[in-house]
Structures are given as structure tokens and as C-alpha cells.
């Protein structure tokens, strides 16, 4: 739900990029049918064990898709709200690590 918010937050500022936000829009749909489906199809499977293994490696990897798209999403929308001023650190996650960073 995050990602959608945030995926129409960044297409109201950035309407010139609509393709992007509906691409994002489409993948967090995807997601949830995935997510909704998932029990359905592993209510046939015989084996509990293998079902649950399964299960979880899919809920794992929907979530941390999900967190990537969202932590990306969110760093869009603060630069383009102007939260982020530093034009070297408007196009990804900045890490502060001392004496590592070339900014220190």
C-alpha cells in the first residue's frame, strides 16, 4: 500500500514520467495477486512441509521486492520535494560511512 502511495505521490510531481509510476503501480499489483493466489494454489499440495517452505521463500522474496521499490520510490519523492539538496546524492540511497565517503 505504501509503494502505490508513494508511486502516486511521485506521479502527481512528476507527471511527464506517468509510464514510470504506472510500471510501479502494475509491479505492486502483481505482488499482491501473487500474495493472494499463493494460498490458493498450495492448498493442493500434498506435501505440508515442501507447502510451507514454498510459501515462505515467496512471501520473502514479495517483501523484500516490495522494500527495494519502496525505498527507491520514497528517495524519488524526497528529491523531487527538494528534501535532498545535494544534486551527487539524488540518485540513490546515500550511506554515511566516516572516512569512506569522498564528502567527509
Not at 511521485?10 to 509510476?21: M, V
Not at 493466489?37 to 521486492?65: D, P, Y
Request: glycine share 12%; with cysteine; proline share 3%.
Amino acid at each position: 500500500m505504501l509503494g502505490v502511495l508513494l508511486a502516486a505521490g511521485n506521479w502527481y510531481r512528476q507527471p511527464e514520467r506517468a509510464g514510470s509510476w504506472i510500471a510501479a503501480m502494475a509491479t505492486f499489483a502483481v505482488f499482491a495477486l501473487v500474495w493472494g493466489c499463493m494460498t490458493l494454489v498450495f492448498r493442493r499440495w500434498k506435501n505440508e512441509a515442501a507447502r510451507h517452505q514454498a510459501a515462505g521463500f515467496i512471501r520473502s522474496g514479495i517483501a523484500f521486492g516490495g522494500f527495494i521499490m519502496v525505498v527507491s520510490l520514497g528517495v524519488n519523492l524526497a528529491a523531487t520535494l527538494g528534501t535532498i539538496d545535494d544534486p551527487d546524492r539524488r540518485g540513490g540511497v546515500y550511506v554515511r560511512c566516516p572516512g569512506v565517503n569522498r564528502h567527509e
